[in-house]
């Protein structure tokens, strides 16, 4: 049975990805989580006496942490990351720890293990500001943000390692997601919780901003695919095909939640805001992935999930107060 260690598994793409993992197939999952803000052990409290799933408390940028979780491990899918644009602005620090420093410590303790294959999970948002057409995997990097900057630099310390240790790696990178269990910071959780709390949406500056969703079951997939299939020291996109403008996308939201534009707040645009991210993901295709899931079916199933789960999202939005 392979073994597969999960970092952030905790959080709303690895708890997903976890949770797949039991359900799909036999392998034995091991999840590494510091249990940070946004990871949330209620994630995967379906699964936790799972025979095939071990929870380890630790830290990526922890040698010995990363050491006690990386024994025995065939595969590891490296998800832990500070993630949330605004609080990058805020304080780059954690991010540059967690992104960055985090990232050789798990590749150093997976050479030391001889770990068959490391899976770096990145983000689209490396590639900047897309004007027109889809970016490429050899396209240039262009992050503009500090979240987006460390992403990248943990991405090309990966690959490095690839080429200059021979480590058998490979990085993904993906589109907005959305889904279940996504922390109310995130824009789709935050308008709709927000919207069953009875206030207003924050709507950055023109709403004008265009974002590819993806559901969050489709990009595990296709992380998945990646980690089984993809070449070594190659990197694969994996978008949506959905591209929405932020004002597109709150409509939506608000119509399918019987509400108006009277629920619209217009706030100060975010410095240094991309205005469009849009992903070409044929050279995942070639490997026989496709995403799945219809936005505006996914969109509604977000929001019914969000409305029948109170007790999971009541608590983390007051404990941010």
Request: some cysteine.
């Amino acid at each position: 049975m392979q073994k597969i260690l999960v970092t952030g598994g905790c959080g709303f793409i690895g708890s997903n990805f976890v949770r797949m993992l039991l359900a799909q197939t036999d392998m034995e999952v091991v999840n590494l989580d510091l249990l940070t803000y946004a990871g949330n052990l209620e994630n995967l409290k379906d699964v936790e006496d799972n025979k095939r799933y071990t929870f380890i408390k630790g830290d990526i940028a922890n040698k010995p942490d990363a050491d006690k979780a990386m024994k025995g491990v065939d595969t590891v899918i490296s998800f832990a990351a500070e993630s949330h644009v605004d609080n990058s602005i805020n304080d780059s620090e954690p991010f540059i720890r967690t992104n960055v420093s985090g990232t050789k410590v798990m590749l150093d303790c997976a050479r030391k293990n001889n770990v068959e294959r490391f899976c770096q999970i990145g983000t689209d948002e490396v590639y900047g500001s897309v004007e027109k057409g889809a970016s490429t995997e050899k396209d240039r990097l262009e992050p503009r943000n500090p979240y987006s900057a460390t992403k990248a630099a943990s991405d090309l310390l990966a690959l490095s390692y690839a080429n200059t240790y021979g480590m058998n790696v490979v990085v993904t990178r993906s589109s907005n997601n959305y889904g279940p269990y996504q922390y109310p910071e995130k824009v789709i959780p935050l308008f709709v919780t927000n919207i069953l709390e009875g206030k207003k949406v924050p709507l950055y500056g023109t709403g004008t901003n265009i974002r590819d969703w993806l559901h969050v079951d489709d990009n595990c997939r296709g992380i998945l695919r990646v980690a089984e299939k993809g070449k070594k020291g190659e990197i694969y996109n994996i978008g949506g095909g959905n591209e929405v403008t932020n004002i597109d996308l709150t409509k939506k939201i608000l119509k399918l939640m019987g509400k108006g534009g009277e629920s619209i707040e217009r706030v100060a645009d975010r410095k240094g805001h991309d205005i469009r991210y849009s992903l070409d993901s044929s050279k995942l295709g070639k490997l026989g992935w496709a995403p799945k899931k219809n936005f505006e079916t996914g969109l509604k199933e977000t929001i019914d999930w969000y409305k029948k789960n109170e007790k999971w999202w009541k608590p983390l939005k007051e404990k941010k107060k």
